[in-house]
T-cell receptor, first 116, second 114 residues
């Protein structure tokens, strides 16, 4: 079955510290992978995406993620966290179904808190 | 350009009433999706439109839920005889044609059923 697992429900980091949010997926075909961020009361904003090619992808707000096929992982990283990064982060997987786009499958999210 | 918009932003209703939630996708986007986000949960897929047709409505939780899309643009999600467990944030997203599954989300409608 297709699924996305985000093992960490809540993470707290100090401002300026590095961050890594974990994401593991189970998908039967070549996955398209996404990270979204959701601030309180807001919709989801796309941070970055992986379709093919270079396994290290850069996104907005200084985030990056690395696709590791052997580990079925797509972890999100940031070298130095800012207080404004406090939000909930969702990993998602999707694919191209013979040319027709289908829905994304989301993990349950990781809530990030940043302490001064 | 304008992003995905949803209305109303908040809806409070009484158990048993019908509600309609509206989504305006990004102009030119052919695919449209509805998701539900309940407290502490991830996003639950409800239905997907390609143009005006819905090739995948497998996520609709019951026959009280229905959705339509007209003119390849605006979509309405209708919940009949609302129940308290329908309380959630309903998110709409759209994707461009020939895209690779990248979805752009609206701000959501928070539905509270009393």
């Amino acid at each position: 079955a297709q699924s996305v697992t985000q093992p960490d429900i809540h993470i707290t980091v100090s401002e300026g510290a590095s961050l890594e949010l974990r994401c593991n997926y189970s998908y039967g075909a070549t996955p398209y992978l996404f990270w979204y961020v959701q601030s309180p009361g807001q919709g989801l904003q796309l941070l970055l995406k992986y379709f093919s090619g270079d396994t290290l992808v850069q996104g907005i707000k200084g985030f990056e993620a690395e696709f590791k096929r052997s580990q079925s992982s797509f972890n999100l990283r940031k070298p130095s966290v800012h207080w404004s990064d406090a939000a909930e982060y969702f990993c998602a997987v999707g694919g191209n179904y013979g040319g027709s786009q289908g829905n994304l499958i989301f993990g349950k999210g990781t809530k990030l808190s940043v302490k001064p | 350009g304008a992003g995905v918009s949803q209305s109303p932003s908040n809806k409070v209703t009484e158990k048993g009433k019908d509600v309609e939630l509206r989504c305006d996708p990004i102009s030119g986007h052919t695919a449209l999706y509805w998701y539900r986000q309940s407290l502490g949960q991830g996003l639950e897929f409800l239905i997907y439109f390609q143009g005006n047709s819905a090739p995948d409505k497998s996520g609709l939780p019951s026959d009280r839920f229905s959705a339509e899309r007209t003119g390849g643009s605006v979509s309405t999600l209708t919940i009949q005889r609302t129940q308290q467990e329908d309380s959630a944030v309903y998110l709409c997203a759209s994707s461009p044609p020939r895209g690779l599954g990248e979805q752009f989300f609206g701000p959501g409608t928070r539905l509270t059923v009393l």
